[in-house]
């Protein structure tokens, strides 16, 4: 500053931005560029740039954007947005240009907005990202607004090269409403876009199982699904490319089943998708010499059934199928008594096609669990199939 006090500490690299500083009285300042001992560089180009205030964005009923342009090295662009706690945000952003550009989000703060950066983040989590010279399109993960204020979306050019520091974007800070995710219902969701975030909600009046399905169409694309419960926690997050399903025993309460594209911008452009909520009954008791008759009624539902087995003794599960295609599978019980949890089939199970009986004998005594779902594999997901079937213990 005017009296000599360093205002930065020395930054080094091949990025050389020293981001935005208060200055807080006027008079003539002093840039040093230098390289240490044995080092040195061709060439540099150096630019001091004033800072503007925050401009407002516009707000809509699922999102705020605002557009802009960055004219060379070392702009910045701040615009304030207002967040609840609560609210699941995405922020993405499009340029038409080779602009090398970072958006971030950043928190409320008593301090002036150009103090140094303080990214939001949490964990698995991040609200910025980069655009570089090889898209034109980029989105961050989905992020959970902790606490109620005035956040400030920031822009500006953190490239590597000069060739890329100007050019116009369009970011945009999507922020679903909640939909109303109902049990044992196939919800069939509209197209899924570029960067796109749907949110559906649900509440368990008391515990119980769930299964969780989510069917895309055409496959091979990427989409992701997350559960939290009402503190904002991540229970479960998927990868989907074609189909997939999960079951989990929740606690009575209140939860966000959320639903969103890959990070790039060519992932799931015209992506329709499906979602199912699969209320699991408790396992019904079946008998040596028992025939059960029942149906799967909605897809990612399973039918479970338990019996007591006698170590070394020797089962037959047979099965018929109306118009349900999937596997009937058996496992001992693990010691929580999650009878949704198959750890133990993958080492002490035994499985078939529905229609085609088989013979397991039991490697250890005590209660089995015999499950009958969609699908043609006990690996997969493909849990697409429902109908009526027959299930019989010998």
């Not at 980069?130 to 953190?158: I, K, W």
């Not at 047979?318 to 008594?337: D, H, K």
């Not at 013979?359 to 779902?373: C, D, K, L, N, S």
């Amino acid at each position: 500053d005017p009296a000599g006090v360093e205002l930065t500490p020395p930054s080094s690299g091949s990025v050389l931005q020293l981001g935005p500083v208060a200055l807080t009285s006027s008079g003539k300042y002093r840039l040093d560029l230098f390289a240490p001992i044995g080092f040195g560089c061709d060439a540099e180009s150096v630019r001091v740039t004033t800072v503007d205030q925050p401009l407002a964005a516009t707000v809509g009923a699922a999102s705020i954007s605002a557009s802009g342009s960055l004219t060379a090295i070392g702009d910045q662009r701040y615009y304030t947005v207002s967040l609840n706690q609560g609210d699941l945000v995405r922020l993405a952003m499009h340029t038409p240009d080779t602009l090398g550009a970072t958006a971030e989000l950043l928190p409320p703060s008593t301090a002036a907005f150009f103090k140094p950066l303080s990214v939001l983040s949490g964990a698995s989590e991040s609200s910025s990202f980069d655009v570089n010279t090889h898209f034109n399109d980029g989105g961050s993960d989905s992020f959970l607004v902790p606490a109620t204020g005035v956040y400030v979306v920031h822009v500006s050019h953190q490239g590597y090269r000069q060739g890329n520091a100007a050019g116009s974007f369009t970011w945009t800070l999507l922020r679903p409403p909640t939909q109303n995710l109902p049990v044992d219902a196939l919800v069939n969701a509209s197209t899924m876009v570029t960067f796109q975030i749907d949110r559906y909600g649900f509440t368990l009046a008391s515990a119980g199982a769930r299964s969780f399905f989510t069917g895309l169409s055409p496959v091979n694309v990427e989409i992701f699904s997350e559960l939290r419960d009402s503190s904002g926690t991540v229970l479960r997050r998927t990868l989907n490319t074609s189909t997939s399903s999960f079951t989990l025993q929740l606690p009575a309460g209140s939860y966000t089943y959320d639903v969103f594209g890959d990070l790039s911008s060519a992932g799931t452009t015209n992506t329709s998708y499906q979602v199912v909520s699969a209320a699991l009954a408790p396992p019904a008791a079946i008998a040596v010499g028992d025939t059960k008759s029942a149906a799967i009624d909605v897809v990612s539902q399973r039918d479970y059934y338990q019996f007591t087995a006698v170590q070394g003794q020797a089962y037959t599960l047979g099965s018929t199928s109306g118009t349900v295609s999937g596997v009937v599978m058996a496992y001992p019980i693990v010691a929580s008594g999650d009878f949704t949890d198959e750890t133990r089939f993958f080492s002490i199970g035994a499985t078939s096609a529905i229609g085609t009986p088989f013979t397991f004998t039991a490697q250890v005594p005590g209660t089995f669990i015999v499950e009958v779902r969609s699908g043609f594999s006990n690996v997969s997901s493909s849990d697409t199939s429902t109908g009526a079937y027959t299930l019989s213990l010998h």
